[in-house]
Nanobody
Framework: QVQLVESGGGLVQAGGSLRLSCAAS????????MGWYRQAPGIQRELVAS???????NYADSVKGRFTISRDNAKNTVYLQMSSLKPEDTAVYYC????????????WGQGTQVTVSS
């Protein structure tokens, strides 16, 4: 059984930084693209950043230049370094991974709250 376990959320002041981590565990034979999504109250879940298995990255326009996504393939882990945080970044952040166990499918983490105070 596959699990995506997230950590690193919390409360931070505007202008501060946080680093999120998400590790895939269980019977994982291969991991494809991984990404981070976020959902604020009353708003549809949106893609924040994604990274392919070869390291190609993609960012939402709202976070470009402030957030950096990276991954450690040996640990099946994806990270999101968030800097210059703004109150509008407040949301529940979800990890997503496209991985094989034993067939390729999308998996979601449980979500971690990020709150940015002004």
């Amino acid at each position: 059984q596959v699990q995506l376990v997230e950590s690193g959320g919390g409360l931070v002041q505007a202008g501060g930084s946080l680093r999120l981590s998400c590790a895939a565990s269980g019977s994982v034979s291969s991991v494809g693209a991984m990404g981070w999504y976020r959902q604020a109250p009353g708003i549809q879940r949106e893609l924040v950043a994604s990274i392919t298995s070869s390291g190609t990255t993609n960012y939402a326009d709202s976070v470009k230049g402030r957030f950096t996504i990276s991954r450690d393939n040996a640990k099946n882990t994806v990270y999101l370094q968030m800097s210059s945080l703004k109150p509008e970044d407040t949301a529940v952040y979800y990890c997503n991974a496209y991985l094989r166990s034993p067939y390729f499918s999308h998996y979601w983490g449980q979500g971690t709250q990020v709150t940015v105070s002004s």
